[in-house]
């Protein structure tokens, strides 16, 4: 289950200068409300006004990226809850306050050595978009238009002066109140202590890594559609708009800086997609594993939005079934296509039910990129972290392991499945797989990429199977259908 669409791209000065900060900040509290709730940020977003969303977005993104370290701020500026959008309003406004280059080095309760904090952003150009750096936005501009945010909306006006002693509190006494939450592994980290927990028994050498990598912002990464153009030429064409790319993959481009995506060269002429790195990994393996030459069949499960149906169809003269439980995505995958200049035979239903949608003619390669918690791509949907329960592994995993068992007998002899997911946890990786081999013994694992950690290409290569650069969190495993 993948989705770059939201990638947390600054908003731009000129769609955010006529806007008031308060505006602002009352839409990235009602945001955090939304999120609180256990609603999707991206759900949530449809419903902000179109000339306040860019800078609501990227408000409401840093605050979800810090929200551990302004939860526990705000304990202790308040023993007591205030009411939801007062606290909601109060914890966006500590996560733009707080700053990471003013606190002290960090020792998590549970490590017995110290740890410097996790990268991230914590600059906002005019306009009020977070990027790297130091803020703009001074405090005190933050105190008022945080207090203003408070008297323009009838459910926080009376808390309004209760808003203002905490904050001016906060700058008053920053260092001790930043070093009381230090001791707090989920104010250090910024996720729930479950999270945490978990990784550190799934990646004991790398669990620090992981979460650092967690708070960063993604990039913009481009597959370019090798039918229309290539890397090289297409890395000119943005070069004559100035804009900087360097290539990762075989067809992978990462924007050195974010851009609007239609506002890119070939956009409307299909020349690229919007894909990360890792999840472009996902039609090439399979590909490689199946004999060369047109004719070949295949079906992509949980299909939508399509990228990986679309690269399928960029890389090979083949017949794509791409499969949806939701007739809406499936449309969506349609329109993606359109654009690409690509067909695939699309069909709506659910891949655990193949009795109600399959033709009965055997696949030669499956692509199963599995429902999953996503939490490998928290980078670019930080509220994953905060929507998440630890019981959704097990749900999922289940989910996943159940789509295996249906899906493989849909397979032919000699063929291959691809079964991927955007999650770090190892119960919707190699232990799914593991499960799953030793119950099928005419499955047979391929060399595969396994788990792939995110990553920020500016810090080097930290896990060394990982791709060179940036991508996110990825798991990969290739499985043969040996012949009687």
Known sequence: MQNNSSSGAPASPLATAQVPLWRQLQGASGLLLAVRDGQSMTAALLDVDARLRPGVQALGFHALRWLGRAEALRQQLAKRPPPPEADALLCVVLALMWREEKAPTLATASASASTALPHGEAHFPRGGAPENGTPSYTDFTLVDQAVEAAKRSEATTHQASFINGCLRRFLREREALVAKTDANPQAVWNHPQWWIDRLRKDHPEHWQAILRANNTKAPLTLRINRRKT?????IQALAAMNIEAAAVGDQGLVLAHAVAVPSLPGYAEGHFSVQDAAAQMAAPLLLKALPPGPGLKILDACAAPGGKTAHLLELADCTVTALDIDARRCERIE???TRLGLHAQIAVGDAAQPDRWWDGVLFDGILLDAPCTASGIVRRHPDVRWLRRPTDIAQLASLQAQLMQRLWPLLKPGGAMVYCTCSVFRAEGDAQVQTFLAHHTDARLMPSAGH?????????????????????????????????
């Open 230 to 234: 290539s890397v090289g030429q297409y």
């Open 335 to 337: 329109q993606n296509l």
């Open 452 to 484: 792939l950690m995110p990553q920020n290409g500016a810090s080097g290569t930290v896990f060394p199977d990982n791709l060179s650069g940036e991508h996110d969190g990825f798991y990969y495993a290739l499985i043969e259908k040996q012949t009687a």
